[in-house]
């Protein structure tokens, strides 16, 4: 907690009651800005926090995409090849 010291000269125009009263006063308004500094900090993380939890949704959904394509495709690949094979071996047997 911050303290605050007030001048004798001020001190004395406003007695000690009216100076404590302005001491806590401050002092209140301090811890009042301090909360509303971090409540704002907290919203801000938390929407950047969303932002790159969504953006890495989306490039993780783009990876699996992009991987399932290439397998489909080199599963082709290979059927293909085993049906060259196949068809190779059927008519090195029956000639």
Known sequence: MPIVTVEKPLREKLGE???DALVRLINQ????????SL????EKFERRLTEEISGLK???VTRIERTRS????????FWVGQIAVLTGILFAVFK
Do not use: G, S
Not at 29 to 36: F, L, T, V
Not at 70 to 77: A, D, L, N, S, T
């Open 17 to 19: 009651d009216a100076t």
């Open 29 to 36: 308004a301090a811890k009042e800005q301090r909360e509303e």
């Open 39 to 42: 409540q704002f900090l907290e």
């Open 58 to 60: 989306t490039e993780l």
């Open 70 to 77: 290439e397998m489909i495709r080199w599963m082709f690949v």
